[in-house]
């Protein structure tokens, strides 16, 4: 995976003539912000979450060791991985310091090639990470958000429209007997159905909060937040009669047959509050995905 993204570093030294040879060493490679003070280097830390911190020990005010501590005890900047360039060199230091929670230690004077290689070992695991991270959010198959993806972004918004006591509308999905269509023109022709369908997501939903997700086999699943349920209604209907148009090439042995298929909605919407937990928003979701298969598919209910 490629990613032409610029790493930033925050720099910590109280001595401007060390943050000079720092900065000449790794700019304009990585962007750079500098720190003198352990305060700063905190504020810093937060406004700017660096990708990469490295940090001096002896600082005028707060010690870099419990700068680091902080640095572990806060949500936002646990997971950024510090490397601290200390004149200490003792062994205590060293071992005090990877007992902290650095991931490295590189004692003053230090070679500018080791500095060097050394923070970029670990932005290359920090790049790692982000890969695997983002993989787990992904389904493979159709390249939306997985249902883990769902689940964590539904309470965020869950969260931030109860904040704002605005809506969020949540539309449940499934295709219609899907178990035909596989059975008809077989799996490799289902998973493209399903690719088809998640094309007819992407090209109907035009607000950059919209979230399509795959929940598994042949059911998704839209958030829709700061929507109504008459907007809800309306992006509902329109995906219920741009899947019901859509035509899909079916590649079966003797020809290329056009095929077509259609998909259930249940749509709810609601300004949460004390009176329905996240859970139970969606539980109903589902009831009405359930109402519309039973009035005959191919339609939306609410
Ligand atoms: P209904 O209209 O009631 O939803 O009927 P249905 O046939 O769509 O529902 P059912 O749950 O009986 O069948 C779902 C089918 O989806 C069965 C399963 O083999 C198929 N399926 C699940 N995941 C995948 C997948 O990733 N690819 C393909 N091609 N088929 C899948
Ligand atoms: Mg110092
Ligand atoms: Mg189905
Ligand atoms: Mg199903």
């Known amino acids: 995976m490629e990613n032409h993204q610029q790493f930033t570093l ?15 060493i790794l700019y304009p490679e990585y962007n750079i912000i500098t720190a003198t003070s352990g305060e700063e280097a905190l504020s810093r830390a937060i406004e700017h979450l660096p990708d990469l911190i ?9 010690n870099g060791f ?12 646990r997971n950024i991985p510090v490397i601290i360039v200390s004149g200490l060199n003792s062994e205590g230091a060293e071992e005090k310091g990877f007992f902290f929670g650095a991931v490295d230690y590189i004692t003053k004077p230090f070679k500018n090639t080791i500095v060097k290689a050394r923070v970029r070992t670990h932005l290359q695991t920090v790049q790692n990470i982000r890969t695997i991270e983002k993989l787990g959010m992904i389904d493979t198959l159709t390249n939306i958000a997985n249902r883990r993806s769902f689940n964590e972004r539904i309470e965020m918004e869950w969260r931030r429209a109860i904040r704002k006591q605005v809506p969020i509308s949540l539309l449940m999905l499934d295709v219609d007997r899907f178990k035909i269509y596989n059975d008809t023109y077989g799996h490799p022709q289902g998973d493209m159905l399903l690719r088809t369908i998640t094309q007819v ?10 979230m399509p997700a795959r929940l598994g086999g042949e059911e998704f699943a839209i958030i829709l937040p700061d929507t109504t349920m008459d907007a809800a209604l309306s992006v509902a209907e ?3 009669s741009a899947v019901e148009k859509a035509r899909i090439i079916a590649a079966v042995p003797e020809a290329d047959i056009e095929t077509s298929t259609s998909i259930s909605i249940g749509v ?3 300004v949460p509050g004390n009176e329905e937990s996240l859970a139970s928003f969606i ?10 298969k039973n009035s005959g598919r191919n339609r939306v209910c609410s």
């Not at 997501?201 to 919209?210: A, S, W, Y």
């Not at 539980?283 to 519309?292: G, I, M, S």
């Open 201 to 210: 997501f992407t090209d109907t939903l035009n607000r950059p909060g919209d």
């Open 66 to 77: 419990d700068v680091l501590l902080q640095l572990k005890q806060l949500s936002e900047t």
């Open 10 to 24: 925050l720099v910590v030294d109280d001595e401007k003539t060390n943050l000079m040879v720092l900065h000449k």
């Open 54 to 62: 490295l940090l001096d020990i002896i600082l005028p005010d707060i």
């Open 283 to 292: 539980v109903r979701a589902d009831e009405y995905l359930y109402a519309a």
């Open 268 to 270: 709810i919407s609601t």
């Open 238 to 240: 329109k995906i219920r």
